[in-house]
């Protein structure tokens, strides 16, 4: 035989795999989201990890937007002559995929229709700290017909702290703001901005408050009033450009927040320059009572789980109500951990039905990288085995074997040592992999291999110890 | 605004997507799956989406087999100038990641490394009846350096015996075949067919044994034995290819195969056809006897899991010694729902090591899409809340919340009304979602939605009633 040539692999960059020991508290972490997203009746759809390139550009994909640069088509690597297929990307999102889905068995779905969906997404930006290529999304939503309550707007953080605050290993503390697009939007509207241009313009620089410069922003926001305005000088603008700043920088807890945006609004007569435009008014106001009920709903979250920041808008301009970012405490600059909001129409582009929604979507894999950087994954064996059955000899290999099924039938995950060899040999096997206990069958004993304990025991009645 | 032009959206062909009640099956096959796969104490490890090209092609691929056909490669959507990025495609088994990913985490892997892993993969083959373009695969190997007992070629039947029998709803009787590749190769090199090209073109066609007609299948072998032998005219090769597909068609329970084969090897001199030469009669009594071995060790599996049949080779040339297939009893033309087999040598391409493995993988897909079409998976509702609470009306929200949240802190799952409309509405909801009991907070009474039975409750303590 001639020597092979050997490509020695390396890993993809933005792809990560885990080690079988990261990886088990990787599984921990989908069982503990799935088993709360489920505790609050969310149930489970997958979709493809493809939808027609046509479904993409449906929902007003131009071909040049950012998320356009991002998507990845599927090419078959040998494409046969005369195949005539659909363009398939993979989805850089489960938002456009609730979409399409819940248009195409709209009929034989249950409204108000609450689902999770925890899958991989991908997206071919530029690989960095905590921004992969490949990556796991894990999101609720609840969609409804024609209307949707505003208490699902607050089912939705209280489902995101409960999950987030109980992952095994979570070292840093975070924390869930809120707000209500309609109210700056509805505030500049009220100021007489009205130009969907300018709004986008200002609530995109709003957006990004904390890492801009407050000089920068103002000096940004000067040139916006004036055109929006038709205002000459800068002068004249600024009071307008700090009023919009000190509604954006408004944070409060959910006790305070209703009574910190009414004294706001009293304080400045500047909803009278709209005159009698009782629609704007009214956009202001929806978004200060929206919010501030959602707010009321959340008081029973512990102190800091959850606070009002006028500052978040979102960029993607499909929400329309309530606003959700997450961030680390001690360190903002990671960027949203779990973000979300309300959208009035989910699914227009697919069906001709009024379906207004409120949704979240956990970053899982930003999260779980963090995390795992962080040290503070629980660390468990690379086996999931609860107990290792020896083998003493081979001719006591069939009592290995019906030791290790009468340890399963009752329930325990169970390993088995392959040859007869000396049993220190054996006994180490079952360290490296982590495995806890260690089962003697000629003796009909168990050892525990942190307490070193060793007692005689029965398979089919022995459960290891939970601590 | 202007109306909307709507893009209704369809299945995409060969991608399959389940409604919630169907996902709630499918789920609940795998947490099977990996719970069974964990008894035996294989631990999970998930690889990327994708592989380089280059990876891929190292193992052989010519650019021109049939899998490369198959494979589907990433492109940009919008490809930025200057980007100069490996190629990566979708991968199409789970045997080339595992390769892969034992290659290069080789230092810090433990042998026998015993992985488990459940993940999609992807072939743009023409979708048909039970194939998919995206499907699941849940594959467990086995890999160790240099040596690896043949005990582990008998664990792989039995956990896939275990997992499948007990799958919730499976409603169709199966049976694993098992062969090993060592004896029908090595009877046709003790007649003389050494050519490893003559060797392939015989195995391939017994591997079809069961599609072709027997006719048919002695013409096509009476021509390479001829050819192989140099032999002049059919009658001369006619007993010899009779042998082979005598062999070939051997069937056996674990009990009966070692006498069989034993028997048949000494009814026919043929053997003595290669003379002096050991290492042909060796290939041969080694395939016997591990088959032998491996069948024995199985024999306290119910009758007919498994049965020995030498007619499976598998298509695969990296198998070398047991192989695997499993077949509907009622309806083999399905063809194989769990394959695999033995391979020497898994990483040779990636790592300077000998690396010999033994492996099965469950057609996950296949088989659900049979038992789903069948209609005999487990029917439970589409939510996965054990229990509803309703609202009685709005001043009741408070009691409401907090009964569902002690019943959520109690271990169940628990959807909440989101309005205080008429009871029986709630009711009628909770009945489309198919939720089990409906929790009435101002009586402190549940109801057993299949009984009707309703009685007082504390939501702290209640658990539902398993059936």
Redesign the interface.
Known sequence: MSK?????????SG??????EE??A??AWFDHIRSTF??????????????????IN?KGGD??SDA???????????K?EGDKE?R???HFDQTVPLA??T???FN???F?F??YQIQ?V?R?ERPQAGRFR?FYQCDIDVINVDKL?L??DAEMPAVIWETLSSLPGMSEKFQIRISNRKILIGFLESLGINNQHDIIHITRNVDKIEKQGQKELEVTLIAVVKSALNIDNAEEALPIVKLILELAQTKASPSEISGLLRDFITRNDVIARSGSDAAIHSTLQEGIEELSFVMDQLS?LPEGAVVADLAIVRGLDYYTGTVYETMFVDDPSYGSICSGGRYDDLA?????KHLPGVGISIGFSRLFERIRKNGTLPVKG????DV?VVLPSEEQ?PLM?ETAQSL?ANG?????F??PTKIDKQIK?AL??G?PYVWFPDLGEVKNMETREQVSATPKEWKPNEN
């Not at 489920?38 to 479904?55: A, N, R």
């Open positions: 092979k040539r050997i490509y020695k692999p390396k890993p993809i792809f990560p795999e885990w080690l079988p990886r088990r990787e599984q489920e505790s609050y009746g969310f149930c489970s759809i997958e979709t493809p990890s493809v939808e027609e390139l046509d479904t449906a071909g040049e356009d640069k991002e998507i990845y088509v599927l090419e078959r690597l040998h046969q659909a398939l990307a993979l399409r889905y248009a195409q068995h034989e779905l249950v108000p609450k689902r991989r991908w071919g490949e309550p208490h699902f029973h227009g582009h697919y069906i001709n690379i086996s999931p085995a290792m290999r074997m399963r325990n995950k169970v390993e088995t392959h040859s096997y490296k992999k495995i």
